[in-house]
């Protein structure tokens, strides 16, 4: 089993960053590829970045290309999601996500995912 907690989520402004953070306990962090999804309300889940088990590559929507940054710390078994320039339509429950670096299909797709955190509030205000 792979634990996952994320934090880091809040109130901002339009044009505003945070920098959300993922935990990982329970098994070999570098493993795992890991990834950070989102849902709005009403809305679809929403992949916007994942990175593989070494950090040597990474994925991205387009909604968020340019403004968001993926990074791990395979050191201290934490993923990092830098949001930058944030919008109204950034505003979702992002969650944190890990797959065996084997079944990591390296894009953005809603499959083989194992674990997942719980979700922390991101809310943009225009």
């Known amino acids: 089993q792979v634990q996952l907690v994320e934090s880091g989520g809040g109130l901002v402004q339009c044009g505003g960053s945070l920098t959300l953070s993922c935990a990982a306990s329970g098994r070999t962090f570098s493993n795992y590829a890991m990834g950070w999804s989102r849902q709005a309300p009403g809305k679809a889940r929403e992949f916007v970045a994942t990175i593989s088990w070494s950090g040597g590559s990474t994925v991205y929507a387009d909604s968020v290309k340019g403004r968001f940054t993926i990074s791990r710390d395979n050191t201290n078994n934490t993923v990092y999601l830098q949001m930058n320039s944030l919008k109204p339509e950034d505003t979702a429950v992002y969650f944190c996500?890990?797959?065996?670096?084997?079944?990591?299909?390296?894009?953005?797709?809603?499959?083989?995912?194992?674990?997942w955190g719980q979700g922390t509030q991101v809310t943009v205000s225009s």
């Open positions: 996500s890990a797959v065996y670096r084997l079944y990591y299909s390296g894009d953005l797709t809603d499959k083989n995912w194992s674990y």
